[in-house]
Structures are given as C-alpha cells and as structure tokens.
C-alpha cells in the first residue's frame, strides 16, 4: 500500500453555529439553554452519554428543541450538536459546564440595562464572545476577518464575498489574497477556483503524484484508487469517492482520445457518460458542474456543440499536458465544486448569526 499523505475532510469553512442547529432566534435560544443548563446541573453533576441524552429530554420538555431518541443520530449526539456552538462561544466548558461568560449573559439577559457605549449589557457580552470566537483549523478570528474585509470594500462589501470567498479564507495570506483576486476579477468563481489551485491541499496533492508516477501509470488501477482516495476528501470514508473515482476515469477517456474522436463521438460521449453527472463530484447543483467543464447549464441535441467541446477541451483538466498534472487537475475542479456547494450549505447558517450579531451591534 502507497503511503499519501491524505488530505482532511474538513470543510475548511467558517461555520457561525452549525448545520445540526438552525435557529431563527439564535440570541433567545442561547439563553434558553443556558437556563435548561442551570435546571440541569441541580441534579446531574456529569456529562457521559446517559447525561447527554437526559438533558436532551430536559430540552424536549422545555420546548428549545426536539431531541428524538428513534433517529439514526443518537439523542446524546444530536445534543452535543444543537449545544455546541454555545460551548464555543465560550459560554460553557466542553462539558457544558457555564462559564463566567455564560453567567454574566444569563444575569444581562434579565434587563435591558446599557453601558458606556450605549448598546444592551445583554448585547455587549454576546459581542465580545463573538469577537473572541475562534473556529478550528482557521488561524484568523472570523468576525476580526469580517470587519478586516469590510474595511478593504469601503463598507459596499458585496454579498457573494461574504458567501464564498471571506467564509473560506483561514489564514491572513489566504484573506488578502482573496481580496485581491476579487478585486482584480469581480468575480467569486474565479477567486474561489483560484484559491483551490493555490491551497496547501493542492501541494499535497502535487508532492502524492510525484511519488505515484514514478513507479506507477493510471493503468495501475489498485495503486491509483489508492491515490484517489487521498486526494478526494469525503466527510462519509472512501466508498462515497468511488463515484468520484468512475468519473475521473471517465474523463480520462476523453482527455486520452480528444486528439482521435471527431465532434460526433465526443458529442455522444459527453451526452452518455458526463452530462448528469454532478453528484459524482459532491455538487448539489448540476449548474455548478456544468459551468465548471462545459460553460452552460443545459446539454442538449440544440445546443451549441462546438463551443461546448471548444470550452470542454480548454479547461485546464482537458489540457493538461500528462496524466500527472491531469490528477492534479482533477482534484482542483472537485475542490472548487464540492466548495461552491459548501458555502450554498453554510450561507444560511452564517446568515442568521450574521444578522443576529448585526443587531447585537446596532
């Protein structure tokens, strides 16, 4: 077996709260299950899985959220989700033990008493939370990196930059480096395409070819898998990449026999084999794998079939020079998709919380 250094499935994305707790209040919720925490801990002085998974009920019976105990996410699991981002907030240990933080919100919450700046005490112990809020894997504090990118737009700063490109930027370089590019292109594909081909993962990605071609073809089809599954990361283990992997080859018949097929076999190619498959390369949306290889949203006998083979073939995954750089080029376009699909994920999420903290603000 090839030892690659794999690449993580981390969404490598600022995620304000978390996909398992959508909120539409997310500041009453907070507060309610800190109050449900207080309720709690008079009796339960513990945090193993039993405890979890009573508290759960506790939060059931206090209406904040419906912990079912027949789903396939176990109601221990589903708890430590939906109170998870208060834990990282700071309002209370790993152990969903209140902090002084969590304290002094609970004691705010009961007047609406102002300060020295003239916002809510209430508001003011969520915007220091907020502000002191570190997500993993990210070396910049998100809300800081925010206030940073609204600076560099002289306040107009545009909605498709916070969605795809600041909610992905995890190191300062990174950051400006995003600024600029989208600065130069106006365009948020082409800045987050950039920054897949520029990520540390994509090095990773180069140095794992490198010692795969040389002792190894992609006709060596076990010891490529192998390489495949290290280079495509999927949050569900390495059966989910094996329809990945079918499209990878698949497009590496065409790349082999671009220079032989006449446009009626590449048509016909294109239209069995590649047309409907977006999934394969965890892209929610056909548009984004579509735009991404053919430049249109829509394959059919009317369309313009020599402008879709021209852009197909002048993609950088269609030209690359080898079957090394080809790899390569394929993890960059299943990045760049499978991000773009992300950020649709989270853009709700981070919406809410960016909404909530606006109001904290005001």
């Known amino acids: 077996m090839n030892d690659f250094k794999k690449i993580t499935a981390n969404s490598g994305l600022i995620s304000f709260g978390n996909t398992g707790a ?29 405890d979890q998974s009573k508290f759960g009920a506790l939060l ?67 915007l220091k939370q907020f502000l ?51 600065k130069k292109h106006s365009d948020y594909k082409e800045t987050v395409y950039q920054s897949a081909l520029n990520s540390e993962n994509t090095n990773i990605v180069a140095k794992n070819a490198t010692h795969f071609f040389a002792t190894h073809s992609i006709s060596d089809k076990n010891e490529l898998k192998e390489l495949l599954y290290a280079l495509l990361p999927h949050g569900k283990g390495n059966t ?28 016909k190619f294109i239209q ?15 548009s984004y794998y579509l735009e991404s290889l053919f430049d249109t949203t829509a394959l059919n006998n009317s369309s313009n079939w020599k402008k879709i083979i021209g ?10 020079e080898d079957e090394e750089i080809f790899v390569v080029n394929f993890h960059v376009l299943y990045m760049f998709i499978k991000k773009l699909s992300l950020f649709e994920e989270y853009r709700d999420l981070n919406t809410r919380q960016l909404i909530f903290e606006n109001k904290i603000a005001a």
């Open 311 to 320: 852009f197909f073939e002048n993609t950088s995954l269609i030209s690359s």
């Open 240 to 267: 989910f990449k094996n329809e990945t992997i079918a499209l990878f080859h698949d497009i590496y018949s065409y790349w082999l026999n671009k220079e032989i097929w006449n446009e009626a076999k590449k048509k």
């Open 60 to 126: 059931g019976e206090l209406g904040i959220f419906d912990i079912k105990t027949d789903n396939k996410v176990s109601s221990d699991k589903d708890v430590r989700v939906k109170t998870g981002f208060i834990s990282q907030l700071g309002f209370t240990t790993d152990e969903r033990i209140i902090t002084t933080a969590g304290l002094e919100l609970l004691a705010n919450s009961l007047n609406f008493e102002t300060n020295e700046i003239d916002i809510s005490n209430e508001s003011f112990t969520y």
């Open 22 to 50: 959508r909120l539409s209040d997310p500041r009453a919720t907070y507060v309610k299950i800190l109050n449900a925490l207080v309720e709690f801990r008079k009796q339960n002085k513990n945090w193993e899985t039993t």
């Open 132 to 182: 002191k809020y570190q997500q993993n894997d990210f070396e910049v504090l998100p809300l800081l990196s925010l206030i940073y990118s609204i600076i560099e737009f002289n306040n107009e700063l545009p909605i498709d930059f916070v969605t795809y490109v600041w909610s992905g930027s995890q190191t300062k370089k990174e950051l400006i480096d995003n600024i600029k590019n989208y």
């Open 272 to 286: 069995d084999k590649l047309k409907s498959r977006h999934k394969d390369i965890s892209s929610k949306k056909p």
